[in-house]
T-cell receptor
Framework: EAGVTQFPSHSVIEKGQTVTLRCDPI?????LYWYRRVMGKEIKFLLH????????ESGMPNNRFLAERTGGTYSTLKVQPAELEDSGVYFC???????????????FGPGTRLTVL | AQSVTQLDSHVSVSEGTPVLLRCNYS??????LFWYVQHPNKGLQLLLK??????LVKGINGFEAEFKKSETSFHLTKPSAHMSDAAEYFC?????????FGQGTELSVKP
């Protein structure tokens, strides 16, 4: 069974440009999460989809970030326009939907390293 | 709000010696706690998780962690370090499915 995949693995863009990150979760996983690690900081939650619906987007930094999950399958995270402070590693994770979400195991992708110059 | 604190940003051990990575948690109720590992250029991999069953949790690659409510700790241990254990380790607490990460501990293993 394929794991969580993310594309691209690296992206280098200039300030003001737009970047779109993609995540393909494990097949059959209803839950999809985005996290981010800015250099020198801890990994932080961005948002959570259940199927195609946004369950929690409390971690999104600002309205330059837009996440979508088409048909409840893959997800994209667009940053427009990118700023220097957006540089970091963006992780995607997925999990099956169970009765007690606190105990779900989240499976992570390898991350996308974004560098904004 | 729940949180975790990893007490060491970097730990260095010799191959064959024990590993101890320390984590304290803060939670108003019985938490679900995880340890994840990230090897260089790889994704995060689950080592083990505690979900209020047995307090001693065994994970992959010989790692284990003990949940101690009285000390609010969930330290990760391994009896004998291997070179392949060199990686960054994260103590994590789940808050309604949203994972809250510690700062990470970089483990170095010397030959």
């Amino acid at each position: 069974e394929a794991g969580v995949t993310q594309f691209p693995s690296h992206s280098v863009i200039e300030k003001g440009q737009t970047v779109t990150l993609r995540c393909d979760p494990i097949s059959g996983h209803d839950n999809l999460y985005w996290y981010r690690r800015v250099m020198g900081k801890e990994i932080k939650f961005l948002l959570h989809f259940v199927k195609e619906s946004k369950q929690d987007e409390s971690g999104m930094p600002n309205n330059r970030f837009l996440a979508e999950r088409t048909g409840g399958t893959y997800s994209t995270l667009k940053v427009q326009p990118a700023e220097l402070e957006d540089s970091g590693v963006y992780f995607c994770a997925s999990s099956q939907r169970r009765e007690f979400p606190d105990t779900d195991t989240q499976y992570f992708g390898p991350g996308t390293r974004l560098t904004v110059l | 709000a729940q949180s975790v604190t990893q007490l060491d940003s970097h730990v260095s051990v010799s191959e064959g010696t024990p590993v101890l990575l320390r984590c304290n948690y803060s939670s108003s109720y019985s938490p679900s706690l995880f340890w994840y590992v990230q090897h260089p250029n790889k994704g995060l991999q689950l080592l083990l998780k505690y979900t209020s069953a047995a307090t001693l949790v065994k994970g992959i690659n010989g790692f284990e962690a003990e949940f101690k409510k009285s000390e609010t700790s969930f330290h990760l241990t391994k009896p004998s370090a291997h070179m392949s254990d060199a990686a960054e380790y994260f103590c994590v607490v789940s808050q309604g499915g949203k994972l809250i990460f510690g700062q990470g501990t970089e483990l170095s293993v010397k030959p």
